[in-house]
């Protein structure tokens, strides 16, 4: 998982994807569903590498935040940070608020779950031509309402897709916005998570 490629070749690049695919696949067989791991594509992983669409970076990063961002996954300083709360995260199963379980932080969790969420993680699916990136504005009938954290075109679902925060009155599924894309309103709609959807 730790490899680094800086330049690969397109030789290089189907090693690369096989090493990625198998360690996602290992490291994540209990928390993903078994069909989406199996969809992941050598061939196409490979492709995508040598096409430059994450070229230049660390591979396993690039391709762990595409992957992450298709199953909801929060990604420490993007979906979350000092600043944003499990809460708001919606990960509220993850800390205990009852009586006995004490922690720094737990009397501000308290608080904002009794006084409400002034924010909340959200889907973000593009509907028109663009990608989306994490610190795009995210606009309600022209205003900014919240930001993107994260942004990719999830290739396993085909679309352009994100996740971002905004008030919880915006936070439906099916609420239309936009996002601010080099000074371009591109429409949008916010989605349940995860994007990709366990197939029946």
């Known amino acids: 998982m730790g490899l680094i490629v800086r330049e690969a070749k397109a030789a290089d690049a189907r090693s690369v994807a096989e090493i990625h695919i198998a360690a996602w696949r290992a490291a994540y067989r209990e928390l993903m569903p078994a069909d989406y791991l199996a969809s992941l594509d050598v061939n196409e992983r490979?492709?995508?590498?040598?096409?430059?669409?994450?070229?230049?970076?660390?591979?396993?990063?690039?391709?762990?935040?595409?992957?992450?961002?298709?199953?909801?996954?929060?990604?420490?300083?993007?979906?979350?940070?000092e600043r944003i709360t499990p809460l708001e995260a919606g990960l509220?199963?993850?800390?205990?608020?009852?009586?006995g379980h004490d922690f720094i932080g737990r009397e501000a969790l308290l608080t904002q779950k009794?006084?409400?969420?002034?924010?909340?993680?959200?889907?973000?699916?593009?509907?028109?031509?663009?990608?989306?990136?994490?610190?795009?504005?995210?606009?309600?009938?022209?205003?900014?309402?919240?930001?993107?954290?994260s942004g990719t075109v999830g290739p396993t679902v085909g679309k352009p897709i994100g996740m971002g925060y905004v008030p919880p009155e915006h936070a439906a599924p099916g609420a239309e916005i936009a996002i601010e894309i080099r000074g371009k309103a591109v429409p949008a709609v916010i989605v349940a998570l995860p994007f990709y959807k366990r197939a029946k």
């Open 92 to 99: 509220g199963w993850s800390v205990k608020l009852e009586k």
């Open 46 to 81: 490979a492709d995508m590498w040598t096409k430059g669409i994450i070229r230049g970076g660390p591979a396993r990063l690039a391709l762990a935040e595409m992957d992450g961002a298709v199953a909801g996954f929060c990604l420490y300083g993007h979906e979350l940070n």
């Open 114 to 149: 009794e006084q409400g969420l002034p924010r909340k993680r959200v889907g973000i699916e593009l509907r028109g031509g663009g990608v989306p990136r994490a610190g795009y504005p995210i606009l309600r009938e022209g205003a900014a309402i919240g930001e993107l954290t």
